[in-house]
């Protein structure tokens, strides 16, 4: 019992709460960003690129995975290119349906 309390993995708190100040940012651009007048593609790929680095800051750190093996992520990698991949075949026919739309 007490080998397994001396093992215990402790981390400090401030790079956790450096990057959920970091997130809290980037959702109030995301916000902000969505009253914003911008042309759709423009803003939809600043959306997208700002959802990717935050799903990376969530996936780093508060899963661990930043502490982990190497191999891991190396895993996780065809997972991640296979759905930016199925995001931009799916991202045209969004802007089809968004044209048909009567105005």
């Not at 939809?44 to 959802?51: D, N, W």
Request: glycine letters at 0%; charged letters at 15%; a positive charge.
């Amino acid at each position: 019992m007490e080998n397994a309390v001396a093992h215990a993995h402790v981390e400090p708190k401030k790079p956790f709460m450096i990057v959920w100040g970091i997130l809290l940012v980037l959702t109030a651009v995301e916000v902000i960003l969505a009253y914003q007048e911008l042309d759709l593609r423009v803003m939809l790929v600043i959306l997208m690129t700002l959802s990717i680095v935050k799903a990376a800051l969530i996936i780093s750190y508060f899963m661990h995975l930043r502490y982990d093996r190497p191999s891991l992520a190396w895993t996780l990698m065809p997972a991640l290119v296979f759905v930016i991949v199925m995001m931009f075949v799916v991202f045209p026919d969004s802007l089809r349906l968004y044209y048909m739309r009567p105005k």
